[in-house]
């Protein structure tokens, strides 16, 4: 069974200019969530997805976005790009939406903001 | 919010087993105690999961005492490649009836096995 798939890997974006990016969830899963990790601020939420609907949103700038589409392969952009955006954006997908159930992460795309 | 607190760092040589423990005070009837761990520049990896007393897998123990306000990951004879972040998580519901959630992330615990 293949596992959840971000593309690209690494991306260096400049300051000001936007990104897109993609993630695809293990098949099946309904539910894609987004997670930007940095040294300072750990593992923090960005919102998750449930059948083209974003269900659940963290306490991020409205430059953050994100949409799902029908086979539930999901993007989020960021526009105005800063510097504090540089991360490793973590995508996770998720079978079950009764609980806290098992998150499947991928491995991340690694945003360098110059 | 539930939060969680745990160790920053701990060390352990090889072979030996390791406890990490979490509190989680604040935690919610309807909420499970997960635990992940995660290599650098990879993903989390879901290791275990429960909701009260004790759970245990292939690769580790949870125990969780009556009242639910702390846990305690139990990893057997730890090697090397265990070396890593692990993190305690306490599931969070929206009342929305539609199973929506966030996972909160503390800072996690650096476990260093040392050979």
């Known amino acids: 069974k293949a596992g959840v798939t971000q593309t690209p890997r690494y991306l260096i974006k400049t300051r000001g200019q936007q990104v897109t990016l993609s993630c695809s969830p293990i098949?099946?899963?309904?539910?894609v969530s987004w997670y930007q990790q940095t040294p300072g601020q750990g593992l923090q939420f960005l919102f998750e997805y449930f059948s083209e609907t974003q269900r659940n949103k963290g306490n991020f700038p409205g430059r953050f976005s994100g949409r799902q589409f029908s086979n539930s392969r999901s993007e989020m952009n960021v526009s105005t790009l800063e510097l504090g955006d540089s991360a490793l954006y973590l995508c996770?997908?998720?079978?079950?939406?009764?609980?806290?159930?098992?998150?499947?992460f991928g491995p991340g795309t690694r945003l360098t903001v110059t | 919010l539930a939060k969680t607190t745990q160790p920053i760092s701990m060390d352990s040589y090889e072979g030996q087993e390791v406890n990490i423990t979490c509190s989680h005070n604040n935690i919610a009837t309807n909420d499970y105690i997960t635990w992940y761990q995660q290599f650098p520049s990879q993903g989390p990896r879901f290791i275990i999961q429960g909701y009260k007393t004790k759970v245990t897998n292939e690769v580790a123990s949870l125990f969780i005492p009556a009242d639910r306000k702390s846990s305690t990951l139990s990893l057997p004879r730890v090697s090397l490649s265990d070396t890593a972040v692990y993190y305690c998580?306490?599931?969070?519901?929206?009342?929305?009836?539609?199973?929506?959630?966030?996972?909160?992330f503390g800072k996690g615990t650096k476990l260093s096995v040392i050979p």
């Open positions: 998580l306490v599931g969070e519901m929206e009342d929305s009836g539609a199973g929506s959630y966030q996972l909160t």
């Open positions: 996770a997908s998720n079978k079950n939406v009764d609980r806290a159930d098992e998150q499947y």
């Open positions: 098949s099946g899963h309904r539910s």
